[in-house]
C-alpha cells in the first residue's frame, strides 16, 4: 500500500464533484487520492454517464427537476471524473487486464435478497482467470497467463470473522492473492528490471 491512507478514510461523497481537487469519490463514496495502480472500475463508474441505462434513465425522467439532475450529473463527470481519468492514463506505463472464468460448475444461483453481486459470488468462488500485461508505449504483450484463482483464508489470532459478508471478502482476498502469486512467479528477471 502507498502512503495515499485506506481507501475508506476521508470525506464522505457521492460523486467526485463533492472532492477536493486531484481526488475521485472511490467505490466506498469516500474522497480520496486516485488509486496506484488505477483500476478502470473508477473510470467506467464516471463514464456511466455514457451508458444506455443512464440514457434510458434520462429518457424516463418525469419533471424538469429530474432532468436538472441528470444535467448536472453529467457536468460532473465531465469536469471532474474524466480530467483525472485522463491524467492518470496519459501517464501509465504499462495495462493490465484480468479476466475472470465461470467456474466449471457454473455460479450458483442469485438468490432474492443476496447482497453479493454475480461478480463478488466469481471472485469468492475457486476459478480459472486469463491474465495479460502490456507494455503501452511498445504495445508488446509482457505477460499472458491462465492460472487458478483458488486459495483458502487461514484466521491468525485469536478474531475469527463473525460475518457472512466478511467470510466472503475473506475468500475474494485469497483467491486475489492466489492469483497474484501466480503472475508473480511467471514475471521475467528481464521484466522486472526495466526502468
Not at 475508506?8 to 481526488?23: I, K, L, R, W
Not at 429518457?59 to 436538472?68: C, F, I, M
Not at 480530467?83 to 475472470?100: G, H, Q, S, W, Y
Request: glycine letters at 4%.
Amino acid at each position: 500500500m502507498s502512503n495515499q491512507g485506506l481507501p475508506n478514510e476521508g470525506a464522505a461523497c457521492h460523486v467526485t464533484s463533492e472532492c477536493q481537487p486531484g481526488q475521485l469519490c472511490n467505490e466506498w463514496n469516500v474522497c480520496a487520492a486516485p488509486p496506484r495502480p488505477y483500476n478502470m472500475r473508477l473510470a467506467y463508474r464516471a463514464l456511466r454517464v455514457l451508458s444506455s441505462e443512464w440514457s434510458d434513465e434520462l429518457h424516463e425522467a418525469e419533471s424538469e427537476l429530474a432532468v436538472n439532475a441528470y444535467d448536472r450529473d453529467l457536468d460532473s463527470v465531465a469536469k471532474h471524473d474524466v480530467p483525472v481519468a485522463v491524467e492518470i492514463m496519459n501517464k501509465a506505463r504499462f495495462v493490465t487486464l484480468v479476466i475472470d472464468e465461470d467456474p466449471a460448475d457454473g455460479l450458483p444461483k442469485q438468490e432474492a435478497n443476496d447482497p453479493e453481486t454475480p461478480e463478488q459470488k466469481l471472485q469468492r468462488l475457486p476459478h480459472f482467470a486469463r491474465v495479460g500485461i502490456w507494455d503501452i508505449a511498445t504495445k508488446t504483450p509482457l505477460l499472458r497467463l491462465r492460472a487458478q484463482a483458488a486459495a483458502d483464508f487461514v484466521a491468525m489470532g485469536g478474531h475469527p470473522a463473525v460475518s457472512q459478508e466478511t467470510l466472503n471478502a475473506q475468500s475474494r482476498q485469497a483467491n486475489s492473492c492466489a492469483l497474484a502469486l501466480a503472475v508473480r512467479g511467471r514475471i521475467t528477471p528481464e521484466l522486472t528490471e526495466k526502468p
